[in-house]
């Protein structure tokens, strides 16, 4: 089985800490995403990464970066949190030409107070 | 702006009859449709794909498209407690990149006894 590895389930951080999502998959995909999910708003995607250290801005990549030094993992940063980034943070992977099949890990739910 | 449409719901179903989602998209170019079930509380799991006009079978589950209809839609047989989740809709309009997957913000299902 495909197993997407997200290193929090909660987390809660203040105003303007510097916060580090960490994910790692263990199926040697080249693929992997970084989402926000909210109510009513679905999935939306921050960062996209198709190789080591390649990355590619999603549709709201704006207080957010990324890091992929190793294949198997790909590191969301929040420079420095807002409380509008309190979300659930879902990564996900998939192989090359399997784009659409994405596999996600089971999510961290951020709290920004 | 590329759209993927969804009704939100909850669209409540009885036990053992035939369970109907259905999703629009926007880009009449999009290429390949997919599926995921949500649990409450769970990451999104992929659970049909569909690349061409037409039908396809799984289990209790069946995937429709009609890309002249921009519709893509999930039937879900003889339905079952376990089948209550959220279903939401992705739509690739570009198969040369997996980063150009759009979701649906997902429609609720609820199966009563």
């Known amino acids: 089985d495909v197993k997407v590895t997200q290193s929090s389930r909660y987390l809660v951080k203040r105003t303007g800490e510097k916060v580090f999502l960490e994910c790692v998959q263990d199926?040697?995909?080249?693929?992997m995403f970084w989402y926000r999910q909210d109510p009513g708003l679905g999935l939306r995607l921050i960062y996209f990464?198709?190789?080591?250290?390649?990355?590619e801005k999603g549709d709201i990549p704006e207080g957010y970066s990324v890091s992929r030094e190793k294949k198997e993992r790909f590191s969301l940063i929040l420079e420095s949190a807002s409380t509008n980034q309190t979300s659930m943070y879902l990564c996900?992977?998939?192989?090359?030409?399997?784009?659409?099949?994405?596999?996600f890990g089971s999510g961290t739910q951020l709290s920004v107070l | 702006q590329k759209e993927v449409e969804q009704n939100s719901g909850p669209l409540s179903v009885p036990e053992g009859a035939i369970a109907s989602l259905n999703c629009t998209y926007s880009?009449?170019?999009?290429?390949?449709f997919f599926w995921y079930r949500q649990y409450s509380g769970k990451s999104p799991e992929l659970i049909m794909s569909?690349?061409?006009?037409g039908d396809k079978e799984d289990g209790r589950f069946t995937a429709q498209l009609n890309k002249a209809s921009q519709y893509v839609s999930l039937l879900i047989r003889d339905s079952q407690p376990s089948d209550s989740a959220t279903y939401l809709c992705?739509?690739?309009?570009?198969?040369?990149?997996?980063?150009?997957?759009?979701f649906g913000s997902g429609t609720r299902l609820s199966i009563r006894p």
């Open positions: 996900a992977s998939s192989t090359s030409g399997q784009g659409g099949k994405l596999f």
């Open positions: 199926m040697d995909h080249e693929n």
């Open positions: 990464s198709y190789d080591v250290k390649m990355k």
């Open positions: 880009d009449r170019g999009s290429q390949s």
């Open positions: 569909i690349y061409s006009n």
């Open positions: 992705a739509v690739n309009w570009d198969d040369s990149s997996a980063s150009k997957i759009i």
